[in-house]
């Protein structure tokens, strides 16, 4: 069986790679050349999904990308994971589902399976996508074509969570459409749980995320009310959590990203209007999670005030987990202001962001410490009547490995450098005074630890608000 994926993003490269481990041949499809490009050489241009992992596929034969969309004929089943985000005015954006329903419509062979991934309310896949795809191609859908909704629950960047461990739900236009949707993924995930509607399978999606943010909404104004009487949130929460039923914890925070939360809650409260029926909860949720990066900056000019400092102004602020998750670069749908904000991703960055210069230290630790080893190496000479130029310029060199593999690596690997240097010029000099020289050397690794980018940002003035 060979199928297509259209949109290789962070939903649809994982589940193309998925399908291709499981010996489904893939095609890719992405309106972004540069995407297909890179995919096509073995490249990853998604920090949590290694080059290796789609070299294995690419190798093979099993995937490939393209941005022709009419080798939509040669696939069985096209699986879609394009955006939806908000327009402007906070009302879904689903073009790029329509879209891509225009694009694949008049390539669709007959019996194909079409599923739509991407979040969004019910009635999009029957109604929206249907619609799109059976003007464009003459066929009819349940009946020429296959049709299905099945949401991605991807968590980027989780190691504990595999797209073929986590249950995915289905539901088909028709019982028929249903079945070979079932049939499609149980290739590639472990658990599929079909339920009777694509409706259902729209709506179960927007439950899981509303659920997470108006319970992120609620402890967030838990930390300002607890805030307020000098109650530790964090604390709190570590507390109620030894509940061991009826309670789940949710963390507070400055505000709130990504892909989903921000966006997803809003695509029901648009199809809600509808109905005419309002969804306050959603709504209220979504204003206590938007208030809180001004809540975060109020108390961070609060502090800075407290400090004697001038307030903000010209203040540099270094903010740490700002990414949509750990380990990611990610900075997606935040604010104005969010996206003036540059993302780090290690301690280096943080520290030059606060005006350190850590290739200055670095240089200078390895300038200090040659002169400090060389010196070591003429004492040592002078007290054992050695040829001190010798051990003066072997003690230099391993001040020099020293300094730059502790000042840019690790404490385990700066010692091993160091070690094996010793061993080495034991070797070649066979006096005792390496023993001196070595001893100096350690010692001095552990000096250019301490004042590594790590040690330095512990130093700098940091307040916990
Ligand atoms: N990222 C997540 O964690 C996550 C989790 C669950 C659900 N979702 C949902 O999955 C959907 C996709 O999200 P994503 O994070 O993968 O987005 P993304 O922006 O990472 O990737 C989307 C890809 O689609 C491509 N694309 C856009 N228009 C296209 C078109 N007409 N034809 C072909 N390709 C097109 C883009 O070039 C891009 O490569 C969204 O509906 C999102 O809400 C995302």
């Known amino acids: 069986m060979k199928i297509g994926i259209v949109g290789l993003g962070y939903v649809g490269l994982p589940l193309a790679l998925q399908f291709a481990r499981s010996g489904i041949m ?35 034969g099993r995937f490939a990308a393209t941005t022709d969309f009419s080798r939509i004929q040669e696939v069985q089943a096209v699986i879609i994971c394009v955006p939806t985000p908000l327009t402007k005015n906070r009302e879904p954006d689903i073009s790029y589902i329509l879209d891509t329903g225009r694009a694949i419509a008049p390539h669709l062979a007959k019996g194909a399976l079409v599923v739509l991934e991407s979040t969004t309310y019910p009635g999009t896949t029957d109604e929206d996508l249907r619609g799109v795809l059976e003007k464009n191609s003459r066929l009819i859908a349940g009946v020429d074509f296959h049709l299905a909704f099945s949401p991605e629950r991807e968590d980027p960047g989780n190691p504990n969570h595999s797209i073929a461990d986590v ?47 108006v319970n992120i909404a609620l402890v967030n104004e838990l930390k300002v009310v607890y805030a307020a009487m000098g109650i530790d949130i964090w604390e709190v929460i570590n507390a109620a959590k030894t509940k061991p039923f ?5 963390y507070p925070g400055p505000g709130f990203g990504g892909h989903c939360i921000p966006i997803d809650p809003f695509y029901l409260t648009w199809k809600a209007r509808e109905f005419d029926i309002s969804t306050q909860f959603i709504e209220l ?47 997606v749908n935040t604010t104005q202001v969010g996206r003036q904000m540059r993302a780090v991703a290690s301690d ?115 307040q916990k608000v």
């Open 26 to 60: 893939v095609l890719g499809f992405d309106i972004d050349p540069a995407k297909v490009k890179k995919l096509n050489r073995g490249e990853s241009y998604i920090k949590h999904i290694s080059a290796i992992a789609i070299g294995e596929q690419l190798q093979p």
């Open 167 to 213: 249950p995915k739900l289905v539901g088909g236009f028709t019982p028929a459409c249903l079945a070979r949707a079932v049939e499609l993924y149980s290739h590639a995930v472990k658990t599929v749980v079909p339920v009777s509607s694509c409706r259902v399978a729209e709506a179960a999606k927007l439950l899981e995320n509303i659920f997470r943010s």
């Open 246 to 250: 009826g309670f789940m914890p949710f």
């Open 285 to 331: 949720a979504g204003l206590i999670n938007a208030s809180m990066p001004r809540w975060v900056v109020e108390r961070v000019a609060l502090a800075l005030d407290r400090l004697g400092k001038r307030g903000l102004s010209g203040a540099h602020v270094l903010v740490l987990g700002v990414a949509l998750m750990v380990g990611l670069r990610l900075l």
């Open 348 to 462: 280096r960055e943080a520290a030059e962001m606060l005006g350190i210069n850590v290739t200055f230290i670095i240089a200078a630790t390895f300038f200090l410490g040659s002169a400090l080893a060389g010196v070591a190496g003429v004492m040592s000479g002078l007290l054992f009547n050695q040829v001190t130029n010798t051990i003066g310029f072997i003690a230099g060199l391993k001040a020099f490995t020293a300094a730059v593999v502790g000042g840019i690596g690790s404490l385990p690997g700066a010692m091993l450098g160091g070690l094996l240097l010793g061993i080495a010029e034991s070797f070649i000099t066979g006096y005792v005074s390496s023993t001196y020289t070595n001893l100096f050397v350690f010692a001095l690794l552990i000096a250019v630890m301490l004042v590594r980018p790590r040690g330095l940002l512990g130093r700098a003035q940091l």
